[in-house]
């Protein structure tokens, strides 16, 4: 049985943390995890007590990532032990479907990446390679090392819930994601032209492409709808590119048995090999 403690921050109505802690309990339940006996679920009446507090935390613990935290929910294990944080001005512009699956996914990593281990990762060689042949700051080889951490832990988190049958609100929650954010959209007219920034934002949609992989190999009728979205989510990118990301996208999220870390190694080998690589190469 896991055990639940909630902390409010701000003015957070009874009746949303009862509907939080539902869900929570019910996938908890279902999953039935021997590994997870306590979770902290920290719930915050908006993005910006949330963004404070991450930003202390992030900075009272050492915690490096240089992304500031635009989800309306956040799993992390800093402390050790599984903490999943609500944002409630995100959370509540959600419909249904797609709320009950950003938090049933965050449940999702608590049990699969609830320890320090799945927040700490080493550079893999590929990525050390490529930061020496095209002479990258350390600092934005971390940044990408941290995106493709989050994508691989992500694809993890979908296959769980959707093996055990969460599948309409994982299916609707990784179509909330294919779609580009004004974000993605406006990163990348910025970064276009840019290599350096070209690759972040490419590492940066491989969380929501890996979230959706899971789904998109399954043989129904879910997998091929999102299989299009993963390609029309990608209609600002140049259409060689776009097919590219794709490809490489399918490739990093293979299914075969391995230890988080080493999916990590493998993700990275194949982006930096396939894509990265080229992108930076281009004067
Ligand atoms: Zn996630």
Redesign the pocket.
């Known amino acids: 049985m896991t055990r639940i403690v909630v902390s409010k921050f701000g003015d957070v109505r009874e009746e949303q943390i009862k509907s939080i802690l539902d869900n929570m309990n019910e996938t908890y339940e279902r999953m039935r995890p021997r590994e997870v006996e306590l979770v902290d679920a920290f719930v915050f009446e908006n993005s910006s007590l949330f963004r404070d507090f991450l930003s202390g935390e992030k900075m009272r613990l050492g915690v490096f990532d240089n992304f500031d935290s635009d989800f309306p929910a956040i ?1 992390d294990a800093w402390r050790g032990i599984p903490r999943i944080s609500f944002c409630m001005d995100k959370l509540n512009h959600l419909n249904d479907l797609v709320a009950t699956g950003t938090v049933r ?2 449940v999702g ?1 608590s049990v699969l990446h609830g320890s320090l281990e799945y927040y700490i990762f080493q550079t893999p060689p590929a990525l050390s390679r490529v930061e020496e042949k095209h002479r990258l700051a350390p600092e934005y080889t971390r940044n990408i090392l941290y995106l493709i951490a ?1 994508a691989v ?2 694809y993890e ?1 979908t296959d769980l819930l959707y093996s055990h049958g969460y599948q309409d609100d994982q299916v609707a929650y990784a179509q909330s994601l294919l779609e580009p954010s004004s974000n993605d959209l406006l990163a990348w007219q910025m970064a276009k032209g840019h290599p350096l920034a070209e690759v972040i934002c490419i590492a940066g949609r491989m ?1 929501d492409l890996l ?1 959706a992989a899971p789904i998109i190999r399954s043989p129904n009728v879910s997998g091929e709808k999102l299989d299009k979205q993963a390609k029309s989510g990608l209609f600002y990118l140049p259409p060689e590119l776009a097919k590219k990301v794709i490809e490489v996208a399918w490739q990093a999220s293979d299914p075969a048995k391995a230890s988080t870390h080493l999916k990590v190694e493998i993700a990275s080998k194949i982006l930096c090999d396939e894509l990265f690589d080229q992108i930076l190469g281009r004067t």
């Open positions: 799993h996914h965050e990593h989050i832990k992500d988190v969380k979230c």
